[in-house]
């Protein structure tokens, strides 16, 4: 079955996404990971259809990351993401990591919505 991505929200293809890695064996970690971050996406994008996030919508987003962000951290340190961290909230180990880790969930988003196995 081939689905296609018009139409579908960034919400939709994130739980598709989810459940397509969980198939694939992911680790239970690994996942949890995948699924605060895409959240956290999700939330600061408000839901949009798949069509309309841009490249320039997710690098404001980690530009948002890098600058904006104020991550709830159970030891009650809400630093802001540097762009040189390596911390747990951390997307990769830059900002502009950041950016092609967070590309790259984006376009296996794409993959699993359109081409599922």
Known sequence: ???RT??????EA???FIKYKFVEGLSQRTLESYIDQL???QQYLDNPPLADITADRISDFLFW???DYEPQRLS???DRIS???NGPSRLGRSCKKEQVH???KIADIYKSCSHPS
């Open 1 to 3: 079955m081939n689905r």
């Open 6 to 11: 018009e139409g579908l929200f960034l919400s």
């Open 14 to 16: 994130i739980d598709g």
């Open 39 to 41: 959240a956290r996406f």
């Open 65 to 67: 990351l890098c600058t």
């Open 76 to 78: 009650g340190n809400s």
């Open 83 to 85: 762009p040189n961290t």
């Open 102 to 104: 967070l590309e790259e």
